[in-house]
């Protein structure tokens, strides 16, 4: 923070004369980070049954956050006992007393938003704006959605007293660390199951601060149980012989080794796997509207989103004027401390996920493509990547094939709506597409023939408690959110 | 098969049913079928890996059509294979009767139950997107609507055990994943494919576009492995993969599934108890269903 004395000679931004001024966020509102944390069982904070710790780092700095449990098959089954000693209670619990609980929850999150928000940004890289304006309101909004439910389940759909399968394995992502958690949790309790969940082993200190809140509401114990850890933690408990339902947001892979693992029990599995959306352009879109939807398409959330328009194809006929636009509206993307309200774009998550944007990108240059990004100045410490767009993309390259899971445009062109279909549906992954056009029939064409479980016309990365979301073929199977979110929770 | 007659029976090859035409089995080879008391049926075609390999390509070719045609046409369509059973009906019962050992009033009633199945689900056709779809009233000003699409091709290994499996139970696995848009490639019960081969006839004269339904008598362990592991394969009906072990057993079928993340319906815990004539209820129209949720901005 010294350099404010140097303020006067730095350069004027290409993007206009006046330049923002930094308005930090401060650190201070996350509220106290303990040194190390142990797991939440039982409705209690224990230490873990083994020695190993891990640590989290705040990906903007690089500073370690906290040390936290590497969680053992002894701590799994531990919560994994205390999830199925409160499922009795809790299951016959009336529906109307487990949407109170609910409520509250939800009630406490909105309470202890600016705290979240900040502590997430923190420890996930996510620029606060993004965890202030829409994964926290989104997180709430899910619990209270599903609140309603708990005492309305007879008129979900299926049939008149659907029943909870019992202690649900739930293993999350580190790309929306809260959302991803409230996804899981909310629908599972509100369904009369208990659960035990894993967050992701770079982004833990939510999840442990959602347990404090699970205290504050008075959440019977054992009901919700937070176990940290890595992959070794999370394959403990998706196979835990006492499980009897399993959901995992994550990679294409990993959610196939669960499937693997899984076969011939007799546990119920949700899965949000990973995806490589197309976003399609059409000639006679608002060129404006649809650069905005293309940004947000990609580099919201730094491109960290299983649902990220990664694929711009855009028709043959408007490419230059798009791709004009699309350069000068990243021209002006600001990239940089994720608690400075101004800021587009954070860290990447941690040092792996960089090395791994880096190694698709160079795969992308040496394949043929034409890489371009904007001039910006990156911080020194921390991983960080500047949105990156890359032309002359064919359907055979890698970076048009895998899910890099960062800020990299790739961008392909079509002429006809076929072929837009065509090439947006070659893929194994069928999670989400974009379509921009002002033509309604051609909307309506597009998204019958679009092979994706969702479809965002004229806008994109669009979330809500009461819509269904998830994919088709190698992107999942089950959807989290509305009335069909629920059907992963009961034994129907 | 009159013993006192002087007349000798013209009997019937089987064929395989395969994008709406009748082929031999890639193999050139037959099995015997016979009946419970171990009295030669008829030969069935032994169909290969080759041979459902060429199906799950038939099904796949199937699948815009069957899926673009109206949720009423559809519905139509399944009527009609009903209309079309209906005059088959005591050649059905001769099959069943002869593939359960069951008498020929309990035979002619699993038929029925059988064409009465087609005519549920036709009924289903048009119904399910309303049932299986939603409004969703986001917080936002957003159209945002959720329908149900077929997965694309299904493989079903169809029942090989319970009350009724060799057609009822055989029509109860078809029909729901036909009336939702899906295609289909059947492994028929190993022992008893007489049926199931019959119907392949049926479906031929019943408006239903070829390659929508094909069906596959053989060895189970040769045909459910090549549908669990198949690249273009979308949902794999587990239903009668009832071995214990060996490379048709379910628990081995789902892992092979899970490397392209197929759709799965696992058996019964006991499928010897399953009994096929219990009301059928709507979970095998939704498994194979992807529900795509649409936004649009709402302004002017």
Redesign the interface.
Known sequence: MAKNTKKAEEPVRKSGLFEYAPAPESPAAAGDIATSYGHFIGGEFVDSSGSEALKTVNPATEQVLAEFAQGTEEDVDRAVAAARRAFTDWSALPGSERAKYLFRIARIIQERSRELAVLESIDNGKPIRETRDVDLPLVA?HFFYYAGWADKLDFA?YGSNPRPLGVAGQVIPWNFPLLMLAWKIAPALATGNTVVLKPAETTPLTALRFAEICRQAGLPKGVVNIVTGDGRTGAALTSHPDVNKVAFTGS?PV???I??QL??T?KKLS?E?GGKAANIVFDDAPIDQAVEGIVNGIFFNQGHVCCAGSRLLVQESVQDEVLDALKRRMDTLRVGDPLDKNTDIGAINSAAQLARITELTAAGEAEGAERWSPSCDLPGTGFWFKPTLFTGVSQAHRIAREEIFGPVLSVLTFRTPAEAVEKANNT?Y?LSAGVWTEKGSR?LWM?NQLK????????FN?F?P?????G???S??G?EG???GLEAYLD? | MSETSTRLDVLKTYKLYVGGKFPRSESGRVYEVTDSNGQWLANAPLGTRKDTRDAVLAARAAVKGWSGTTAYNRGQVLYRVAEMLQGRREQFSAEVAAAENIGAKKATALVDAAIDRWVWYAGWTDKVAQIAGNGNPVAGPFFNLSVPEPSGVVGVVAPQAGYGHSFLGLVSVIAPAIATGNTVVVAAAADAPLPALSLGEVLATSDLPGGVVNIISGRTEDIAPTLASHQDVNGLDLTGAIASDGSGAAAGLEASAADTLKRVIRPELDPFAQDWTDAPGTDRLLSFLETKTVWHPIGI
């Open positions: 909004a759909g294409t959610g196939r080794a499937a693997k076969a011939g007799r899965l796997l194994p069928g909307i998204a994706a479980g969702v479809v965002w016309a004229n806008t669009k809500d009461t819509s269904p979301f998830g088709y073929k190698e999942g199977y959807r509305g009335r069909h129907v």
